[in-house]
C-alpha cells in the first residue's frame, strides 16, 4: 500500500488485509482442513496435531513467504512450503498429509472470506454509526428550515431533517444488501485441484463431511461444491460495497456544498490539526467528506475490474483470479475508510439554522409574492418536517 493509500484507509481494515492478516488466515484454514480430515479418518489423528500445531502464524516469516509469492505466481505456494517444513521439525510422516487434497485457491479464497468477513464486520459498525447520527439529526431538525437546491440552484425549502433522513435511507438499504449478500458470499472454498475433491473420493461420504466439518470450524457457509470460477456470489458482494460507497460519497458532495464559506449551513466538527491549511490558517477543509469523495471516484474501477474478472477460463483462472485478489483489498480498505471518515464526523456536524434562514431569505427577497407563496411558504416546511419524522420512524423500524 503505498503512501498516499495508506490515509484514506483505517488501521483496522490495513490490518485486515495485510501479509500476516491473510497468511493467519490461510494458516486457519489448513488447521481446519487436517482436523477435519483426521476426523472423518482420512488423516492420521497424529499427522493432523502436527499440522494444527504448526499453523500459528507467528512461527512463520510472513514477509519472506510474501515476496517468494512473486516468483511462485501465489502466496499460498511458498506458504505450504514453510508449512511442510515446519511441521517436518516435528514429524516428519505428516508432512505428506500437510494441505491434502486441497488445492492454492482454496486456501487463499478461503483466506480471503476469513478476512472480509473481519471487514464486513468493520464495515457494518461504522454504517450503522452514519444511520444513527443521520436519524438522531434528522429527529433533532425535523423543524429547522433550509433550502432544497436542484441543478446547484434554490428551489423551494424543505427541512434538514427530510434531508437527513434522505440522506439515512440509502445507508439503511445498503446495509440490508451487505448482509443479505454476505450470507451467500461467505462460504468455504474447498474443491482440490479441479473442485472435485478428488484426492478425498475415495469415500465420497467422507469428502462431503470434510467440507462441512472445515465450514463449521471456520464459521462458514458450506455451499456444497467448489466456485473456483464462479464468482457471482463473491462479486455481487463487492457491487453491494461499491453502492453503499456511493451512497456516501453522494452523501460527502452534499455536505462539502453546504459547508462551503459563502453557504455556511452545515459545517464538519473542528478538531485541532485537522483540515488546517499549510499556508491560510483561516481555512478548515472538509476532511471526512474529502476522504468519503476519493472512495467514491475510485470504488467504481475497483468493482468495474471484478465485474470483468469473471470472465474466467474453465476451472481455474489465468490472470483474471490474480487480479480480483488485488483488486479485492483496496475496495474493502476504501470503503472503510470512507465509512469511519463520515461516522467520526456526522455525530459532530455543526449545524447553523441562522444562516439557513438567512440563505432563505435573501432568495425570497428577489422573487415575486406569488413564486414566494407557492416556494418558499413557511408550509412546506411543516410538511417536510412531517414526512422527516415519519421516514425516521420507518427507517428505525426497518434498521432493528
Known sequence: MSLFEGYLSTPEAVAAFSGSGVVAAMLRFEAALAQAQADEGLVPPAAARSIVGSCRVELFDVEKIVRDSGRAGSVAIPLVRALREAVGLFNAEAVAWTHFGSSSQDVIDTALVLVTRDALAL???????????????????????????????????????????????????????????????????????????????????????????????LGLRDGG???????????????????VTGSLGKLAADLALLGQHEVGELMEPAESGRGISTVM???????????????????????????AGMVQEHERALGAWQAEQAEWSSLWMS?????????????????????????????????PHETVQEWFAPTLVEIASVQARHRVAELRRVAA
Open 335 to 367: 470503503a472503510h475508510g470512507s465509512l469511519r471518515a463520515l461516522a467520526t464526523a456526522l455525530p459532530g456536524l455543526r449545524v447553523d439554522a441562522a444562516r439557513m434562514q438567512a440563505n432563505i431569505d435573501h432568495v425570497r427577497a428577489g422573487l
Open 123 to 217: 464495515v457494518d459498525a461504522d454504517l450503522q454509526r452514519c444511520t444513527e447520527a443521520l436519524l438522531a439529526l434528522a429527529e433533532r431538525h425535523a423543524d429547522t428550515p433550509m433550502l432544497a437546491r436542484t441543478l446547484m440552484q434554490p428551489a423551494s425549502v424543505t427541512s434538514l431533517g427530510f434531508k437527513c433522513a434522505d440522506w439515512a435511507a440509502p445507508l439503511v438499504r445498503g446495509r440490508q444488501r451487505l448482509q443479505q449478500a454476505a450470507a451467500q458470499a461467505l462460504q468455504l472454498q474447498l474443491g482440490g485441484g479441479v473442485g472435485t475433491l478428488a484426492q478425498m473420493r475415495s469415500d465420497a461420504p467422507r469428502a462431503a463431511a470434510v467440507r462441512a466439518r472445515v465450514a463449521a470450524a
Open 281 to 307: 490558517p483561516h481555512k478548515r477543509n472538509p476532511v471526512a467528506s474529502m476522504v468519503a469523495l476519493s472512495a467514491a471516484q475510485r470504488v467504481p474501477q475497483r468493482v468495474a475490474a471484478l465485474l
Open 225 to 243: 461444491s467448489a466456485w473456483h470460477t464462479q464468482r457471482d456470489d463473491w462479486v455481487a458482494l463487492a457491487c453491494a460495497l461499491g453502492v
